[in-house]
């Protein structure tokens, strides 16, 4: 097995590192969209530095700095909410007020500059998170059939709305119309799709944006500047950054903001919410903490089990919200079931996000790998083990994955969502425990269960689905496809995401009602004839 020195070899030289995966230069972010113009930047900057190290002739482990970004404060903030706010003007802006064919070609518009620079952000997207090529990959082109299939739902949405209804003698139309400005936060595990997911509904449904980038993989969105700034109307997407804590509260104490979006923390967003003087104003779409658990039955087809569980609690390094974070596995098996997991996990790569093959990629920055670092040793001064060759061994940001077993009440791995490479393990011989470990849980996302009885898991699903909102049979949790719902209880998430779910989340049903008269059908019939309203029509978008 790998030691913590071979570990560190795995870092490159600059030599070592393919021509094509190569950055040319230092990239610095001198401009800032606000209100429809790139501002050029000239304040404070922030280095963004990469959780790929280099070493040097001697061995030494340098890391790589990529560039840099704007630092702004409460002045940029200010400035962006303005323009969002105008651009906005009290519903009645060009962008809330543009119908939806209009807005469709602007999406489109910005789509095709998106694919052009697909290898420039796939790149950084490798760079700045250390994701492998095929995931980083993946999740560009993922992101551009969501936001292609965001456009088929609404299109399709406006058309099932273009007919007028007639009920107890009132003629009405029903049609969603937008929220306000939404201030938007992406999280940095999926900086593109996470972000897009709650962005793209957002704008197309006619929003106005106050977008903050992730503190990791926030270089990548420098390609897109551009296409926001042309694809879309002044003021429509405005960029802030600098430090979250200043300028996200400053933001939401303005109460100009009428929809939250964050993928994050639970706690950070409860306490932001807090801050709107007027919350009943205050929209919030929330993707937030989980503990996912896998419950392995007795009868679980154990090849099956460990191959699910094993992709279900490392992909991406296990920072993934839909991440297995606590295997529940019967006792009778659960030897076995450790055995061949541990067996399948020393198979897996570990190097840089080019190396093909490669499985497990640095982390993010050095905190990460010293958060792991203090998880292990907890549970292990409690009574747990570290039962994989190797497991836990860190050089700055590579953490070699750990299985940690037995996992207990009262260790950190127990409850904390770790969010990286470390796999809790615990035994269970009623399947009580189990069920108790969900139920008593802060989090309820998903859960998997693997078993073989219809009975058992028939029996499983019913109080489960009470208690999660997705309950996955015999496979590891996730979030796709994004036709279906995604979304939590408890702590896990406010509002649903998906396709379909994530327009409505970010809108609300608007209707115009007329008596069923002689003079009313006249005149509705010559709105929408003259085309002299943009909510009244009977239009249909091919």
């Not at 593109?192 to 977008?211: D, K």
Request: charged residues 25%.
């Amino acid at each position: 097995m790998l030691q913590s020195t071979e570990l560190k070899a795995l870092f490159p030289q600059a030599g070592d590192i393919p021509a094509e995966f190569r950055l040319p230069g230092e990239i610095h972010q001198d401009s800032v969209l606000v209100n429809g113009q790139l501002l050029a930047w000239t304040g404070e900057r922030q280095s963004v530095i990469s959780p790929i190290h280099l070493r040097d002739g001697e061995g030494r482990l340098q890391p790589v700095k990529l560039g840099s970004i704007p630092v702004g404060g409460i002045a940029e903030a200010d400035a962006a909410l303005a323009a969002a706010v105008g651009a906005y003007d009290n519903g009645r802006g060009a962008w809330p007020t543009m119908r939806v064919a209009d807005r469709i070609a602007c999406m489109l518009d910005f789509i095709r500059q998106m694919v052009a620079r697909r290898g420039e952000i796939v790149r950084l997207i490798m760079w700045e998170i250390a994701k492998s090529l095929p995931d980083a990959e993946k999740e560009f082109d993922r992101t551009v059939d969501y936001m292609r299939a965001t456009v088929d739902a609404v299109r399709n949405l406006d058309n099932e709305n273009s007919r007028f209804q007639i009920v107890e003698g009132t003629i009405g139309q029903i049609r969603r119309t937008p929220l306000g400005v939404v201030l938007c936060m992406g999280p940095y595990n999926y900086p593109l799709n996470e972000t897009f997911a709650t962005l793209i509904p957002a704008l197309i449904m006619g929003n106005t944006l106050v977008f903050k980038p992730p503190r990791f993989g926030v270089l990548l969105f420098e390609p897109l500047m551009e296409a926001f700034r042309s694809a879309f109307p002044p003021g429509v997407v405005n960029f802030v950054y600098g430090k979250g804590a200043e300028i996200v509260p400053h933001l939401l104490e303005s109460g100009k903001v009428n929809a939250l979006t964050l993928i994050g923390s639970s706690k950070v967003a409860d306490h932001l919410k807090k801050l709107h003087p007027k919350t009943n104003r205050l929209r919030a779409i929330l993707g937030l903490d989980a503990k996912n658990a896998a419950i392995v039955l007795a009868d679980a087809d154990l090849e099956l089990a460990v191959k699910e569980c094993l992709a279900g609690a490392l992909s991406f390094n296990g920072q993934r919200c839909t991440a297995l974070k606590m295997l529940i596995v019967h006792r009778s098996i659960v030897d076995r079931f450790l055995e061949r997991f541990t067996e399948e996990l020393a198979k897996l790569k570990i190097g840089m996000p080019w190396d093909k093959g490669v499985s497990i990629t640095p982390l993010p920055d050095r905190a990460k790998t010293d958060y792991m670092k203090a998880c292990v040793e907890d549970a292990v001064a409690k009574g747990a083990k570290v039962i994989n060759a190797g497991g836990g061994d860190e050089v700055e940001t590579l953490f070699r994955p750990a299985v940690v077993y037995p996992v207990a009440e009262g260790m950190k791995l127990y409850r904390e969502e770790q969010f990286g490479p470390i796999v809790p393990v615990m035994p269970f011989d009623d399947i009580e425990t189990a069920l108790d470990y969900v139920i008593t849980s802060e989090h309820g996302q998903q859960v998997s269960i693997f078993s073989s009885s219809a009975d058992d898991i028939g029996t499983l699903v019913d109080p489960l689905v009470n208690q999660v909102c997705r309950v996955n049979i015999n496979c590891q949790c996730q979030r796709g496809p994004d036709v279906f719902p995604f979304t939590g209880r408890k702590d896990s998430a406010e509002g649903t995401l998906s396709v379909t779910d994530a327009l409505r989340s970010f809108s609300i049903r608007s209707m115009i009602a007329a008596k069923q008269t002689e003079p009313s059908k006249k005149l509705l019939d010559e709105i929408t004839r003259s085309h002299k309203s943009k909510f009244i029509h009977t239009d249909f978008i091919f």
